[in-house]
């Protein structure tokens, strides 16, 4: 069964709202997530590190101001992309490593967001 | 910091045949895991293969295998007897143990022919 989920699976919005997208581990506690990007055709490119109760870190040339990102339990991490505009169109992915273990690490399904 | 490079954005392959798609990367960490995924169209990442550093032997999972050449710096998938629903985006990722998040590589559409 799944281990991470993520929800909705699709959104579509319309330019300069905000859309949340969220990320459960369901079968562990997750000090940490990762947020991943992947632009059509394109590969995964990490976002930020979700830690739980502590500020996330961002890659450089994320804005953290436009993605907020709040992880504040163990099984829940949000992303929400604020004033989201066409180019923020993409596929997001949430990924986990529950314990560190090296061949382990569970992807969500991933989220589609499309901004009119 | 780490990268990973796949040169072959593209490969086609004819069923039953065996097909090698190539992954190196760069690390200054002695410690590090190399991964490799498949996502088919729908978009979810399917794990296929693990290989550790510190692996001795190249790990093998069914019909995957992959070449680990440590010296080389690189972490090559093999698929044998390809088949029609291999079709997809291959991606190699490596991890490593300083941190803990996941790089990717640029990725390798393989296609598989009847």
């Known amino acids: 069964g799944a281990v991470v989920s993520q929800h909705p699976s699709r959104v579509i919005c319309k330019s300069g709202t905000s859309v949340k997208i969220e990320c459960r581990s369901l079968?562990?506690?997750?000090?940490?997530m990762f947020w991943y990007r992947q632009f059509p055709k394109q590969s995964l490119m990490l976002m930020a590190t979700s830690n739980e109760g502590s500020k996330a870190t961002y890659e450089q040339g994320v804005e953290k101001d436009k993605f907020l990102i709040n992880h504040a339990s163990l099984t829940l991490s949000t992303l929400t992309v604020t004033s989201a505009h066409p180019e923020d169109s993409s596929f997001y992915i949430c990924?986990?490593?529950?314990?560190?273990?090296?061949?382990?690490?569970?992807f969500g399904p991933g989220t589609r967001l499309t901004v009119l | 910091a780490q990268k990973i490079t796949q040169t072959q954005p593209g490969m086609f392959v004819q069923e039953k045949e065996a097909v090698t798609l190539d992954c190196t990367y760069d690390t200054s960490d002695p410690s590090y895991g190399l991964f490799w995924y498949k996502q088919p169209s729908s978009g979810e990442m399917i794990f296929l293969i693990y290989q550790g550093s510190y692996d001795q032997q190249n790990a093998t999972e069914g019909r995957y295998s992959l070449n680990f050449q440590k010296a080389r710096k690189s972490a090559n998938l093999v698929i044998s007897a390809s088949q029609l629903g291999d079709s997809a985006m291959y991606f190699c990722a490596m991890r490593e143990d300083n941190n803990n998040d996941m790089r990717f590589g640029a990725g390798t559409r393989l296609t598989v022919k009847p």
């Open positions: 079968d562990f506690q997750a000090t940490t």
């Open positions: 990924t986990l490593n529950p314990d560190r273990s090296y061949n382990e690490q569970f």
